[in-house]
């Protein structure tokens, strides 16, 4: 039964006891300013919201019910304790714009935060503004831009792409209005420097380039690369997706990187709630420092402050209302807290290792991946482009019916770059018994795609829905409910 | 370590399956050169005890009582049933809802969203959230950019009654683009903008003007003339609103004669708590006609191969992962647990308590306002019809009252000085629901103090 | 599955179909590219009297999975576009060099560069599979 909560509705239901009691609903203020209408909004029980939205919570997967091998997303177990110190009634309660005295507490776990992401990055100063790994990126290309211009370098209109990038590269620097070329891929998964050297020039501001990249292999050249691009007068963007393989272990500061963004819900475990919220920290090296977006957390013999626009006039400026997404700052740092040095130094140890352990699992079961002689990062790639041709199964049914064996599927069709792929990333947190169970059910699901492949075809079966028509989605738009009766217009002073 | 199952008889097994000798093996394709030794400022890890401990003294720090501050994040009643619910783990810890089949929870409550919002807009459709208030008007002076084909380059009239932090945020990401931002200023006797200052402003290629409602002065726009008035000089309307305020005032749809094009602003009234800022959430929607041009993601009903209903996110050939440098925006990850938050909230009030909540806003605010008016050394600066904000201007200079009401654990409300240096020493006072009358007593016994000293 | 390549018809680099009708030309995508993209299910077209130079981005194309933009073929002014693909997109599908037509503009020179005939379309969409 998947009604919606309008279908539940009767007028003049109501949740009793949150409505606030008020002595008569007269209002001094002038009825060509008030609504004459009923929003469509439920008039419903409280105990059918909360049996509504608990209902509807269970047709989830999530990191807490199923394994996640989401490929680019670190889908690692986000832990309770830093919920709950998060929600702690000083911060949960605490007003954005309160007097910084007033403030002590959040401002030094921010602080510390900046801190940490100094130490594990490699840079030389933190902004945590940004609030998503895209505004992250946004306030990177930014900066670069902001770089050039300070120094009358108005010759800088385009920005250096790898073709496997993530969408939100080039989307990003479009937005910041950077015309985008692409440089191609070499067999064994690394930029073709050749193509890179050919394509740099004086009209170019920066590259953005995440390592390992978004193939799962470590971009081995990144140091040539970085002196190709630094000699041309332009700066390197990394992209922090795939931090969790190289955390503790090597810091993009030292390959090379002048700006970088970090993934708080990908690498600092804090939730994604159905799609957020994220948190996307920059970290720059020295020459970026005055650009950096405001605000900021300094440390003074007083005590803990803002820094503003006024102190740092070549700030590119304000990403937030406030200052990012704050309860997710604050969870990154207890989660850090909760790691400490020697924690940082295994996250990227396990994460490989598990990785490494899946891929040897599934090559040894026959399955192909797309680059055989290199080692996993935190992630591997498995193309279906042989199954596809021989037994007509796509990556996307081999995804589907995962999801029948309580496994949610991995990530598929990205890289756009390897056809029929399903690039997997188990993360540190997931134990030996679940790894093994996902290969059997991988390589039990192959044998299906020879014996009864409709099963693949046609799933997932054991779901609340089947396959779900997007094209109709999409050609049909039906993005609101609207009412069967036409809603009458209450008059409500009546 | 922390959240890392393996014992040591399991690394040796999976290293034998892989045919590595050591862990550090897995490493060998990264150059030596580029691989860390230490991490001196890396604070030693903690247990979860320990953590708690440390945050619990830390918070403590931050307590504050009575809170009178707005300014864009409001403190109201959240029913505990929001977050019990929100908190979930099938909620909290689920990912985009890429497959679609295994996120119908998420994506049903998404169209409920999107139901909601679009309807307490009075529009025709949603997206499913943007990262917060400035950068939801930042988007959606991207899009009007976008949509109005006939001008080469664009002028957005912004009026200087936007809350000053917004104008930050858009001039941040707008100014990457060729887009004007053309203030508009406001009268200082009403706290409003009005036509004569509009018609004294360049009229080419102007492409949309932004209505704040209720402005950051608290004060109630013209909205229809406004509306009406953008409209006959061809540019589209941008309606910057509290959601809440929304089911007492009239909301952008029915604006002026034929209703504001986009509706934006700051969800975080509904379900949201203050949090020190944020998580929050942008709410963006728009008139069916423009839907193409909505940033971020949609959800879209449709059935299963047997007919069932169902949701899926629709129409993301629009989004970067596939557009991408064409892309309607470079959103990726949103705000997806505030919109859950919010939408549980919005069910449990519905309308007609959603309007409650409002009126005793409103209520509070006209009481406050009748009490200041008796207090020496304070002055209400701006006459005329206002919703639960009031800007007040003092005879002393408003960071002693600020330090002085902190110290009985009063935040007495928000200096504009630094952004409005035109209005003298005042203080942008709020006032929701979550008052009492004592309440307001306490607070301007306490100011009057503060005033005489 | 081999896709269709009427050799009555002209096509471009990038997968668009020309025909000439006296001063009129008609364009399409082939049948290849609609099999590419998948069902569609939006098109966006260029407006009449647009002037177009040639590669220039005139139109889009939008599936679930992928929205490609159409390159002028042939540098002219627009003259007609059929607006049956607005309701139903589906036609390109299903009809791509008839009722799926995007498109009808009226050349500004009499000769057209950079065109290809059916057999080197064929040739070069068998190339590109590698």
Known sequence: ?494 | MPFIPHTEQEVKEMLAVIGATSVDQLFDEIPASLRVKDLPPVPPQLTEMELSRLMRARAAKDVSALNFMGAGAYEHHIPAAVWDITSRGEFMTAYTPYQAEASQGTLQLLYEYQTMIASLMSLDVSNASMYDGGSSLAEAILMAARTHRKNKTHRILMPATVHPLYRDVVKTIVSQQDIEIVEVPFDLNTGKITIDALEKISKENITALVIPQPNFFGMLEDVDTLTDWAHAHQALVIGLVNPLAMALLKPPGQWGKNGADIACGEGQPLGVPLASGGPYYGFLCCKQEYVRQLPGRIVGRTVDQQGKQGFVLTLQAREQHIRRAKATSNICTNQGLLVTASTIHMSLLGPKGLRKVALACHQNGCALKEKLNTVQGVRCVFPGYFFHEILVEFKKPVETILTELAQHHIQAGFSVKKYYPELGNALLICVTETKTPNDLDQFVSQLERACLN | MTNSVPKTLKYSKTHEWIRQDEDVVTIGITDHAQCMLGDLVYVELPHIETSLELGQECAVVESVKAAADIYCPVPGEIVEINESLFDSPQLVNEDPYGKGWLFRLRPFESTFRELLSADEYTKQVASEAH
């Not at chain 1, 440089?183 to 050749?194: F, H, K, L, S």
């Open chain 1, 1 to 494: 039964m998947s009604e919606l909560i309008f279908e539940l509705s009767q007028k003049d239901r109501c949740a009793r006891a949150q409505i606030p009691f008020i002595a008569n609903e007269k209002t001094d203020l002038p009825s060509e300013l008030l609504r004459k209408d009923i929003p469509l909004l439920p008039e419903t029980s409280e105990l059918q919201v909360v049996r509504h939205f608990t209902r509807l919570s269970r047709r989830n997967f999530s990191i807490d019910t199923q394994f996640y091998p989401l490929g680019s997303c670190t889908m690692k177990y986000n832990p309770r304790g830093v919920h709950r110190v998060a929600m702690l009634d000083g911060f949960l309660n605490r007003h954005p714009l309160a007097l910084e005295t007033q403030s002590q507490g959040y401002l030094e776990c921010a602080y510390e935060l900046q801190e940490i992401l100094k130490a594990v990055t490699g840079m030389k100063g933190v902004s945590l503004t940004p609030m998503a790994g895209a505004q992250g990126e946004f306030a990177g290309v930014a900066m670069i831009r902001a770089y050039h211009r300070a120094r009358n370098d108005i010759a800088r209109t385009e920005i250096l792409v790898p073709d496997a990038a993530h969408g939100t590269n080039p989307a990003t620097a479009a937005q910041c209005g950077f015309k985008v070329r692409e440089i191609p891929t070499d067999a064994e998964g690394n930029v073709d420097i050749d193509a890179l050297r050919a394509a740099v020039g004086p009209q170019t501001a920066g590259i953005m380039l995440t390592n390992p990249s978004t193939l799962g292999v470590f971009e081995q050249k990144i140091q040539e690369i970085a002196k190709i691009i630094h000699e041309a007068g332009a700066l390197l963007y990394y992209d922090g997706a795939n931090l969790n393989a190289i955390l503790g272990k090597v810091r993009p500061g030292d390959m090379g990187f002048d700006v970088m963004h970090i993934n708080l819900h990908k690498t600092f475990a804090t939730p994604h709630g159905g799609g957020g919220p994220g948190g996307g920290p920059v970290a720059v090296s020295e020459r970026l420092v005055p650009f950096l977006p405001m605000p900021i957390v300094t440390k003074t013999a007083e005590g803990y402050r803002w820094l503003t626009q006024d102190d740092c006039p070549q700030t590119i400026g304000r990403l937030s209302t406030f200052m990012g997404n704050a309860g997710i700052i604050l969870r990154a740092y207890a989660y850090a807290r909760l790691l400490g040095k020697e924690g940082m130094h295994r996250v990227a140890e396990y994460a490989t290792l598990n990785a490494n352990y899946l891929l040897a699992r599934l090559k040894k079961a026959g399955f192909t991946l797309a680059y055989p002689t290199r080692r996993a990062s935190h992630e591997f790639i498995i193309t279906l482009k042989n199954e596809a041709k021989e037994l007509q199964i796509t990556a996307l049914d081999v995804a589907k019916r995962l999801l029948d064996y309580d496994f949610h599927a991995p990530t598929m069709y990205f890289p756009l770059l390897v056809p029929e792929c399903l690039l997997i990333e188990p993360t540190e947190t997931e134990s030996k018994h679940i790894l093994d169970a996902f290969a059997d059910v991988l390589i039990r699901i192959l044998h299906e795609a020879k014996t009864h492949p409709e099963l693949l075809k046609n799933a997932p079966h054991n779901l609340p829905v089947r396959r779900l028509d997007e094209v109709k989605a999409a050609r049909e738009l039906d993005l609101v409910y609207r009412p069967q009766t036409q809603c009458t217009i209450e008059n409500i002073s009546s």
